[in-house]
């Protein structure tokens, strides 16, 4: 008999979720973390930056509110207790899952883990020595670790990964020039563009945030540009140096030879899958790309071992490595997943902030299903007024046939909490007019939820084909 009936790698929301359902569904369970728990998300990515964000927005909001009748002198961005409070929400918060652990009765082992054998996990402590646990599932939450492209200079003092700038300054810096315009690189100019820092982004395909809407990406690059935030978009890094005046990033825009200096630069090009150390012996996954291939119920190709989260998904997000940690549980167990897996909400913590979910009507268009789009552009929304968000809106997209929501691209402040009640339409395939049911109150940034809905129902016309 095996000492446990699971074994997770990796401790940040996929590995911790998943073992917290083990746990409640009766099955003998041990975390493998080779660093804190809570992973990338809670010590190093999405709750570290959104603490930053808010603590900028702070700073931001002080700095530039004389236009609403109140006026601060002598503000002042302390880096070193700004980064000390992200210190402490993250440990907090790491700290809390532990506890978790503790409470449901899930172990937890510190050390790096490698499997070289079926149902066996070999971990190694920070003193070398070894443990040799047994399970009859193992399953692979390890994540992932930000992408260093084959760029010469990258290895110079002063070019950072996301990882390496969230572990602090003790002074802001007076420029940076951010290589890459997905969601990491936005949120890090929000970030030192509030603080008053020189900002400067470089991305390789024609707009901002490339994978989402192409309004989104737009309307951002207008904003941050009002903000002083210099942009180049089409254009491709050739190298780092370092020269008096700094780092100096050479590239090329539109076939033409360009530079930019900066205090510190910033490489923001995508993550890719941990897998270091993990299978060192002849038990090998097959692999899709970098990343493990895994079956509907995140089978690998090694009988026993499973993957969920960045790993093995094309979609890094740690909601998503949390819902499929518990989903590939549940289904270990006999049971049903009881969260759908198709209907992906994704956020981004620029100001104003984004937010989406199930498909843009290029893409419905691309799979054939015939589509309508209702759009409210927020210049009357009273909250949006009060607040000063600057150019705000939130589209929809429905069938045209059975007029059951598709998706929803939303760009507003409070955004983030918004987007859940569509995922939620989308998920039980309601309908236009079954959501303009629902009485929105006022004053809300929701509202224009509504306003979109009438707008997509007047462009809809007749009842749904049922």
Known sequence: MSEYQLIVIGAGPGGYMAALRAAKLGLRTVVVERREAGGTCLNRGCVPTKTLLHASEIYHDAVSSSDIGIQIEGARADMSAIFAYKRQISQKLSGGVEGLFQSTGVAFVQGTASVSEP???????????????????????????????PIPGLELPGVMTSDELLEGTDHLYQSIVIMGGGVIGVEFATFYSDLGCDVTMIEGMNRLLPTLDRELGQNLEMILKKQGVKIFTGSMVQNVELGDGGLTVNFTAKDKAEAVSGEAVLCAI????????????????????????????????????????????????????????????????????????????????????????????????????????????????????????????????????????????????????????????????????????????????????TEALEDLKNKLGSHAQI
């Open 270 to 449: 995508g993550r890719r899958p941990y897998l270091e150390g993990l299978f060192p012996g002849t038990l090998q996954p097959e692999m899709d790309g970098r990343a493990i291939r895994v079956d509907a119920r995140y089978q690998t190709s090694i009988p026993g071992v499973y993957a969920i989260g960045d790993v093995s998904s094309k979609v890094q997000l740690a909601h998503v490595a949390s819902a499929q940690g518990v989903a590939c549980v549940e289904m270990l167990c006999g049971a049903e997943p009881t969260v759908q897996m198709n209907v992906i909400p994704s956020c981004i913590y620029c100001r104003p902030e984004i937010a989406v979910t199930g498909m843009t009507d290029a893409e419905a268009k691309t799979a054939g299903i015939p589509v309508k789009t209702g759009k409210c552009v927020m210049f009357g929304n009273a909250r949006t007024l009060i607040v000063n968000s600057g150019r705000c809106f939130m589209k929809l997209v429905a069938n045209s046939e059975t007029h059951e929501i598709l998706g929803a691209q939303l760009m507003s402040k409070n955004s983030t909490d918004i987007i859940g009640e569509i995922s939620q339409a989308i998920a039980n395939r309601m309908t236009v007019e079954q959501m303009l049911l629902a009485m929105r109150p006022h004053p809300t940034f929701d509202e224009a939820l």
């Open 119 to 149: 149902y066996t996990v070999h971990v190694t402590d920070n003193e070398g020595n070894e443990t040799v646990l047994t399970a009859e599932h193992i399953l692979v939450a390890t994540g992932s670790v930000p992408a260093r492209p």
